[in-house]
């Protein structure tokens, strides 16, 4: 069923939702090429297109929010400023050049007045750096709190609305509140942004459509994308109506980074199951080729800002807390937990887990202490408040079951926490725990493995230790390769793990310390951003070797890229060229060019037959279709047309015409190694469910179109694989094509058949001065080298043609099949017809000179 969602931003406007107040557009004005000012209206921006003279390089880093502290002056009431330096967006400048400027688009903390809004603009700009978005307050409501909160924040952590009790139902309106947002952000970013030199980052699931509405506007933006939460898995994302449109936006990006190599498979699949798109390993990159772009995606997870956390760790401040939590904890062993207060922290698992712990490990009691610090919630509704409830409903009963007046078995610490103590209790903790059955990517373990390391409490020379007890679902689970991973919901397994941690000898945890400060110290936020950002100028450096068209509207919009030669063919021109020629030669595909590939009658109609009937009956002209359809199709399909050429599976079969007899292209091809090939393909056959077999003449083909798109993609790799071992000494050749995998004989392609022809032409006096070949696949490429590198033709005038505008050997396209028939049309209203009983104009017996 087609999707409802808008493919059109114009249908957002019946419930005025788009009717917003316009924010001042005078500000920000910044140079964008030298001697030029982007002025207040629309009309002025840098076109694209055009060469921008050198301007100092800017990164423009846009997220929901801006890396601002923001207080209003009790006295003056006015706005004050300052940068959040525990911000990730304002620590990743660090992997940056010096010389470099970044500039920050974002949303404020606090609603300003639309009468402080121009002098507050001008002050972040001059001051900060940061361009402020302005975004009404009803729509942040529902944009923030409604969509990004309550629809896409759930399902990305595999939570599906199956009841109005357990996550919200999507709502088209909050969604169009998403798109409204995301297009004032789009309008921000092109107040302040040259596409020529400007490197674009954008952050995040709230703007995960941004991207669709810039490449509208500038096709050669250089621009990417980090998503800092899980991607779901195709089954969990197929749920989402607006899916198209929310992957569409994300492949208008250059780069697509992603914490771990599981959420970059999940959005892989996604491409793979809902666009059909296919990707590979370019040189250890993994690319997905989209309508002639490659769209790169880059796996690396954030990392911390080192010289924060030291410089906190240094501060008198934590030096005393550190001192007082020595002294209040003195004979105890700490286990420190920091999480949010939500569902997917798995708090109550980790209370769960430590209450078992007590229970069946005794010899901890009274030596064991759970310190669970909660940050305040990001969100508020009845998730927050039941996980919350519960959370202390354990807490009360483990403290009184197993606590005394001097000992209480878990400290929660429920309120905000300044950094400095948070510091501290990292710095005394002989365990950290992350619970979360789900999470993007978690800090937590960097930070406690730095605050270990340079912890006041240990002497300047004695060896640092530090456990870490993990979920397996957390993003930085990967990296943290000496942790002890658990599974979450496994209460039991997850209380021995603690214990394992608590009793680990002395020189194992050093170790395993000793490992992971390796990591997290050289694999900080700086080298995070600097790695991202030498990825995206890589992605994007051939951005001008190609020329781009832009298609579709609203939120379908995406940017087809192609060499620069590529261009449509104009029924004009070859028609002008196909008048003045006196020898032609015509190679068509059937399937895909002269009937499409969704027809579910894949027979000639009568007007194609008139048409191909026409152009055969012209003395001038020689017609072949090239196909990899089998003899017997062909010959049914195309009997009516007597002087037609015809190549059957690829060219090895071949007619001259309905008088002569089907020929072999090679002769005495030996075919043994079938009885190889057969029982191979049979057992990916029934190993994959969906598959089919097809015999031909020729080879035997291996079809996958039907099976699960990743088993199926999976499956022909192992039979190409395999295939290609168990004949490596045979004369047949293995080749992958789409959903297929075929096994045939060396030395049969329709570029060969192209050639034969033209030499037989040649050979007969009548060489070609009019040359036209027009497919669709991987296999007529073979046709367009063959006739534009032929040196036995100097024809004068070469149309190689493919269908559809893809990358390819191919000058020119056409858009589809109904293009292709009536340019064939134009061609044959030009011809000049014989009676059709006229005797054929070559005799030729076989091939076997070429192959």
Known sequence: MASKSYANILDLEPDKLLDIPQTPRSLPRVLTMPGIIAGVDDNNFVDSEKTSSGCRERKIIVANMLPLHIQRDPDTLKLTFSFDEDSLLWQLKDGFDPESEVVYIGSLKVEVDASEQEEVAQKLLEEYNCVPTFIPHDLYKKYYGGFCKHQLWPLFHYMLPMSPDHADRFDRALWKAYVSANKIFADKVMEVANPEDDYIWVHDYHLMILPTFLRNRYTRVKLGFFLHSPFPSSEIYRTLPVRDEILKGLL???LIGFHTFYYARHFLSCCSRMMGLDYESKRGHIGLDYLGRTVYIKILPVG????????????????????EIAERFKGKKLIVGVDDMDIFKGLSLKLLAFEYLLQFYPLLRGKLVLIQIVNPARSAGKDVQEAKRETYLILNRINEAYGSPDYQPVVIIDRPVARYEKSAYYSMADCCIVNAVRDGMNLVPYKYIVCRQHSPHFEENAPRTSMLVVSEFVGCSPSLSGAIRVNPWDIESVAVAINSAVVMKEPEKQLRHEKHYRYVSSHDVAYWARSFMQDLERASKDHYNKRCWGLGFGLGFRVVSLSPGFRKLSADCIVSAYKRSNKRAIFLDYDGTLVPHSSIVKAPGPELINVLNTLCDDPKNVVFIISGRGKDTLTEWLDPCERLGLAAEHGYLWRWNKNSEWQPG???????????????????????DGSTIEVKDSGLVWHHQDADPDFGSCQANELLLHLENVLANEPALVKRGRHIVEVKPQGVSKGLVAEKVLSTMIENGEPPDFITCIGDDRSDEDMFESIVTNTVSNASEIFACTVGRKPSKAKYYLDDTTEVVKLLSGLANTSHPKPSNNPPRFQVTTFDAVF
Not at 666 to 688: C, H, R
């Open 304 to 323: 911390i800002h080192m010289g924060r956390l030291e410089s906190v760790l240094d501060l008198a401040i934590t030096k005393r807390k550190v001192k």
């Open 666 to 688: 090679l002769a005495g091809v030996d075919f043994e190694w079938k009885e190889i090939a057969k029982p191979v393909m049979e057992l990916y056959k029934e190993a994959t």
């Open 252 to 254: 208008n990006c250059d």
